[in-house]
């Protein structure tokens, strides 16, 4: 389902109008990124595809800028940019624009809602850069300044922000594009995967590739495999017996323990120097030698 968000009005935000003074043809070195550019993961194909437009048919619509020192900055055009350097462009066509940075966010959000949307992972990214530049003081603001007029959504997508990025990138290139309900799911899923197995990013980012990206699973899926696999893991660790007998030293830290299963008596045992473990397994000898004369 479609995220719902707030409308925005660039003419509101103090966007300037189109004149012709503002329609300029920039040197590509000149470029530079937006610093809270609304897309974060971008597809290869998409790159190469939007190459093989500007060789075909030309630059069709500007990029949007804005003027920051002797550079200029790309609020809008990512993807143009980037398939003019792949085919060796010197220069692109944009537009110059007036905004706030405060606004970066924001209108490049909306802008690739008019071209292709941002994925949920391209929101929770834009999200994290603001509150880290500490543009937004809780929230309420930092929903505002990114469009989102979900206020519940704001905490679930900065904890999107602590997948593995190697997962993150998988599932943002995902067609059909993630919805929030199952990026969140994957999240919480993610968190029991971290808790109780081994290699857990190895395991996750597996399960991304081959459920939620190949299988396309939904929310649902994720939740049981995630209840399972807790239940599972609780289980084991509930019928794990306790040691029979296990040693400490002075700090707290365990030196071993004994273990006795059925008749079967075991034992794992850090002494503190050599001449005291010969002393420790001279008197196990002896007492299992004992039992073996009997």
Same mark, same amino acid.
């Given at each position: 389902?479609?995220?719902k968000? @707030? @409308?925005i009005s660039?003419? /509101?935000?103090g966007?300037?109008?189109?004149?012709?003074?503002?329609?300029?043809?920039?040197?590509?070195?000149?470029?530079?990124?937006?610093?809270?550019?609304?897309r974060?993961?971008?597809d290869? +194909?998409?790159?190469?595809?939007?190459?093989?437009?500007?060789?075909e048919?030309?630059?069709?619509?500007?990029?949007?800028?804005?003027?920051? +020192?002797?550079?200029? =900055?790309v609020?809008? /055009?990512?993807?143009r940019?980037?398939a003019?350097?792949?085919?060796g462009w010197?220069?692109i066509?944009?537009?110059?624009?007036d $905004?706030?940075?405060?606004?970066y966010f924001? =209108?490049?959000?909306?802008?690739n809602?008019?071209?292709q949307?941002?994925t949920?992972f391209? $929101?929770?990214r834009?999200?994290?850069?603001?509150?880290?530049?500490? %543009?937004a003081?809780?929230?309420? &603001?930092?929903?505002?300044?990114? /469009?989102?007029?979900?206020?519940a959504?704001?905490s679930k997508l900065?904890? %999107?922000?602590?997948l593995?990025?190697?997962a993150?990138?998988?599932?943002?290139?995902?067609?059909?594009?993630?919805?929030?309900?199952?990026?969140?799911?994957s999240?919480?899923l993610?968190?029991? =995967?971290?808790?109780?197995?081994?290699?857990?990013?190895?395991?996750?980012?597996?399960?991304?590739q081959?459920? $939620?990206?190949n299988?396309l699973a939904?929310?649902n899926?994720?939740e049981?495999?995630? !209840?399972?696999l807790?239940?599972?893991? +609780?289980?084991?660790?509930?019928s794990?017996?306790?040691?029979?007998?296990?040693?400490?030293n002075?700090?707290n830290?365990?030196?071993?323990?004994?273990d006795?299963? /059925?008749? !079967?008596v075991?034992?794992?045992?850090?002494?503190?120097?050599?001449?005291?473990?010969k002393? =420790?397994?001279?008197? $196990? +000898?002896k007492?299992i &030698?004992?039992?073996?004369?009997?």
């Amino acid at each position: 389902m479609k995220q719902k968000r @707030a @409308a925005i009005s660039l003419s /509101g935000m103090g966007v300037n109008k189109k004149n012709n003074a503002n329609l300029l043809s920039i040197e590509i070195d000149k470029l530079v990124e937006n610093p809270y550019n609304a897309r974060f993961y971008y597809d290869p +194909n998409e790159i190469v595809n939007r190459a093989e437009s500007l060789k075909e048919n030309g630059q069709i619509s500007r990029i949007i800028v804005v003027k920051h +020192n002797n550079k200029y =900055i790309v609020i809008d /055009g990512h993807y143009r940019w980037k398939a003019a350097i792949s085919i060796g462009w010197k220069k692109i066509d944009a537009e110059l624009k007036d $905004i706030d940075e405060k606004d970066y966010f924001k =209108i490049s959000r909306a802008a690739n809602d008019d071209h292709q949307s941002n994925t949920v992972f391209d $929101i929770a990214r834009g999200l994290k850069l603001i509150k880290e530049k500490k %543009l937004a003081k809780n929230n309420d &603001e930092l929903a505002v300044l990114a /469009g989102e007029s979900n206020r519940a959504n704001i905490s679930k997508l900065l904890q %999107l922000n602590e997948l593995p990025q190697a997962a993150a990138n998988i599932l943002a290139l995902r067609k059909p594009k993630v919805a929030m309900t199952v990026a969140y799911e994957s999240y919480l899923l993610w968190k029991v =995967i971290k808790e109780k197995l081994p290699d857990p990013e190895d395991f996750f980012v597996n399960y991304c590739q081959s459920n $939620i990206v190949n299988k396309l699973a939904g929310r649902n899926i994720i939740e049981a495999y995630k !209840n399972k696999l807790n239940s599972s893991r +609780n289980s084991q660790k509930q019928s794990k017996p306790a040691p029979y007998k296990e040693y400490f030293n002075s700090k707290n830290k365990s030196r071993g323990k004994l273990d006795i299963s /059925g008749l !079967n008596v075991s034992m794992k045992y850090t002494a503190t120097d050599q001449e005291q473990a010969k002393k =420790i397994a001279d008197a $196990i +000898n002896k007492i299992i &030698e004992e039992d073996n004369n009997v």
